[in-house]
């Protein structure tokens, strides 16, 4: 076979003076390693995680995680000193912080034009010929040369990546391959930060994770990208401040045909459905604090709603109606909550609220979805109402919301009750966050007996930061959506 400029440009970095071997460990090119991989990474009956190592190799080893979709990994893949020298120089790139619903971390911009020696060796040598066609063997799927998405990224303590399937298509190609490159050593399954693969229900909808793998500096890990390859990066947990480095990126190939790249249809109870209000002969003085109720408080509210399309009311319920209600929803009412998914979508847990369980409780959310309580709420923002949503929601550690394609609220006021019973502190994460495109328009941190009234049109978009390990309380909320008359 020919050698093109690429491989050319390989070759000859990877033989600098001083730069060291950047070439994967020969061992891993035995011909009966290349064909046992291969034929236990291609079977779909597969069930058992297998170890498979080439012969004379003691230094090289593989695996293939068998369940729930096949990952590869390789150990001992280059010389350890390459990869060190390459953290140093990554290590002197300027990095940006990368923070949104689905995401936190750090990372450098692409390496497609970085000049660093080893930066560029590597990169050189992953698009090469020799590794994209070892890949192509050991994996048995078609990939185009030219096409390699290179960075690298650094997790810090309560950085993490969520519930995600890479699949991802750029004109005519796709990602077929994803691959970990670790860099992080001496690093354990108590730091976090594992790969973690998630299991799939009947209709293809991501679950749990029922794998792990852990970060082994100088290894690789690998896997197919598409819908049955929804993975997760656990939380970073490592308490004495180190970080998980990683060199990260994809392999492209051909696009699939159309049918093959959709993806499942979401449940309807992902998205609460608005009902008709209530008639109810409760009054708005039984449960609010009368604070509210006047009308000249009512009025400067409206004006600074009409202004913001969105006010914040603190100490909104009377303070012996907050006190009850949170009496009521007490861990042992959680301990039966649902937890509500799918992982790309979600993950909180919901109350059923019973007049027999929590009788203060249910007959404030009967009040709160009332024609009573419209009533309130367009004295102060100057808006109709005929329907709404209604979820008793509890976030925990671990928990959170995604924005998702599939997953679109109803456009209406965001009405939320925090029932959280402490001061909450931000660094938790847990706050709402407002987006339109990717700019940020409005952040709302969890607040003890807090209603926050956010006007949401078309365009603008909401999730809740996930809560970090350092979390120490719950984050409880009454939340509804109002549609307009």
Known sequence: MATGPAEKRARIDAEKPGLGPVRLDRGYFDKEFISQFRAAFTD??????????????????????ARPFHTGRLHNIFAADFLRQLKRELGDLQWH???????????????????????KALRNYLSGEEFVGFMEQITGVQLTRGYLDLAAQRYKPTNHLLCHDDDVQRG???????????????????????LGLFAQDAEGHPTSVVARLVP???????????????HTVEEVTAGDGRERWSVTGWFYGPADAPEDTQSSPLPPSTVP????????????????NPDYLKPDTQAQIQDAFLEQSSMELRDFLRTDIFAAVQLELDDNLWAGAAERGPAHVCKYLEAQITAQDCP????????LKSAGFAQFLCAVTSLDFGQASQQVRRFDRGHYTLVHDQAQEPTGLDVT????????????GGATHYIADKDELLRISPQANSLSMVMRDDGTLRFV?????????????????????
């Not at 779909?44 to 293939?64: H, M, R, V, Y």
């Not at 459905?273 to 609010?288: F, G, K, N, R």
């Open 97 to 119: 912080e990368r923070s949104n619903d689905l995401y936190s971390f750090y990372q450098t911009d692409d390496l497609a034009l970085n000049s660093n020696p080893h930066i």
């Open 417 to 428: 009750l925090s029932l959280s019973p402490k001061q909450w502190i931000d660094a938790w």
């Open 273 to 288: 459905q608005p009902e008709s209000l209530l008639t109810l002969d409760s009054e708005a003085s039984e449960w609010i």
């Open 216 to 230: 082994k500096f100088n290894s690789i890990g690998f896997f197919l990208t598409g819908h049955s390859s929804y």
């Open 44 to 65: 779909p009956s597969l069930c058992c995680n297998t170890e498979i190592s080439p012969k004379d190799a003691d230094a090289c080893q593989g695996e293939i995680a």
């Open 360 to 367: 203060m409780a249910f007959k404030l959310l009967q009040f």
């Open 465 to 485: 930061k996930y809560l970090n390990h350092t979390t120490k309380e719950s984050r409880q909320e009454v939340s509804m959506v109002f549609i307009e008359a």
């Open 172 to 194: 005519k190609l796709t990602r077929k391959i994803a691959y970990i490159i670790y860099l992080a050593e001496e690093w354990t399954d108590e730091d976090g930060g594992a």
